[in-house]
């Protein structure tokens, strides 16, 4: 009976540790989402930082990135919010609206990561094919290289 107990204790783990990680993992993206909306822009800074880096996990985030991309006014919150889209891929294609209106941004390092992030989720942007295109008369030539990619990633022509 004592060596049972060991494989009990093991099974429970194997079984209760995937879900209790997985609310951890919600707790924390919920977490970082709200400091979208902080007012300190450090703290803004920071959660797109942080969700930039978890990948298909930050798809929970998706509403709040969306939200920073059209609406913060700090640039690097607003390069983030884009790339943390971006590294979503396909899985961000209900965010193509907001990389869209980034790619009307004034700041052309913005539209550069917007047409990059459009490129990433691939062929599910294709609703930013005109925007798109109309960037490959841009005066920035990194903006007009990264529309071109995108539009081949996504099939245009």
Avoid: W
Wanted: glycine residues 6%; positive net charge.
């Amino acid at each position: 009976m004592r060596r049972s107990v060991p494989f009990v204790l093991l099974a429970f783990y194997i079984a209760v540790l995937p879900v209790r990680a997985q609310s951890v993992e919600q707790t924390r993206i919920a977490s970082l989402s709200a400091r979208l909306s902080d007012p300190d822009v450090r703290s803004r800074q920071q959660a797109v930082t942080a969700l930039k880096y978890m990948g298909a996990a930050a798809k929970e985030a998706l509403p709040a990135l969306q939200n920073a991309i059209e609406r913060d006014p700090d640039m690097n919150v607003r390069m983030g919010a884009v790339r943390a889209v971006g590294n979503l891929k396909a899985a961000a294609r209900e965010a193509v609206p907001s990389l869209v209106f980034a790619l009307r941004d004034n700041q052309a390092c913005l539209r550069q990561v917007a047409a990059m992030a459009l490129g990433l989720i691939g062929p599910d942007a294709r609703g930013a094919s005109a925007a798109l295109m109309a960037l490959r008369q841009d005066s920035d030539p990194l903006v007009r290289h990264s529309a071109e990619d995108a539009i081949a990633r996504i099939g245009g022509h």
